[in-house]
């Protein structure tokens, strides 16, 4: 595909007015040269009133992937507009096999903060998607994809053991240390998929940042994540298929469906605990595997679901993750990356699903 040059910017500043969230007070907002000023701007168009909150953000999304693997640059465009018309400005793309940074040279396309590819034991994760690595050549593979990323690494933490029959951890721990150490050595957080219990103990034990899924979780190991700061991104809207996942699996592997059967059935309980014990929190949707993009709003819903209140659910989708991310909200001269709600989402959490109005980079883009 060619890849289209920038829209100019709004020649006519631009003015929203509403309730500005997290604060929930009733401001103006304009939009001068694609930043934000609480200023009044003589001349310009109001483009949109509601509840306004700082632009949404997927956690944990693949914009270049499929079920299938990489996916050609037309299919990733469609990934990207699809995201940026459900509100998300910001994404965590959370390993992908393909190239997107030409996506950076796109005004009308979401920002993209990139963990390079996943790293996986060798047939130890689906085919196409990851480097298929040993243990020895672990901290080789993380430099290099520190390298590639903006500041994230993911592992491939636990995947079906086909000798057991069921999950079973992908790294021993002494790989793992060193591992996450030349991660940060480099610079980058290093982040991990994990279903089943067993492999939590070591991938938090050697330090690691972030936790994907995390549906095995404990409450010793809830602890500590709360006593590290680890962060957690349990795609709600995946735990959700878990048993469309064990029914698939069950004649060949009755173990794991069974496993994966007991995590479904707890998992609000154990992503609450998560919550309640002061783990932070965040929302990915899971895109661009057998998920379709432009869920984050039911994963917002799946949150609230699992105990978290309505505002630390929306600010697990924006205000929050923009700042766990390295990325600003809606202060005075900040970007103009901001959803416009039709209803207050606090008494209507269903409001974030529809928004009436998206504004990235100071354009009007939905």
Known sequence: MQHRPSAPLHATPLHVSGVVLPDREHRDVWVVDGRVTYTPVAGAETVATGWVLPGLVDAHCHIGLDEHGPVPEDVVEVQACTDRDAGVLLVRDAGAASDTRWVDERDDLPRIVRAGRHIA?????????AHEVEPEDLVAYVRAEARRGDGWVKLVGDWIDRDKGDLGPCWPREALGPAIAAAHECGARVTAHVFGEEALVDLLGAGIDCIEHGSGLTDDLVRLMAERGVGLVPTMINLDLFEDYAAQAEAKFPAFASHLRDLHVRRHATIGAAYEAGVPVFAGTDAGGVLPHGLLGQEVLGLAAAGLPAGEALGAASWRARTWLGHPALEEGDPADLVVLPADPYDDLQAVT??????????VVA
């Open 121 to 129: 034991r060798t047939k130890r994760y689906i085919r196409n998607y």
């Open 354 to 363: 529809s928004p009436s109005r998206v504004v990235l980079r100071g354009r």
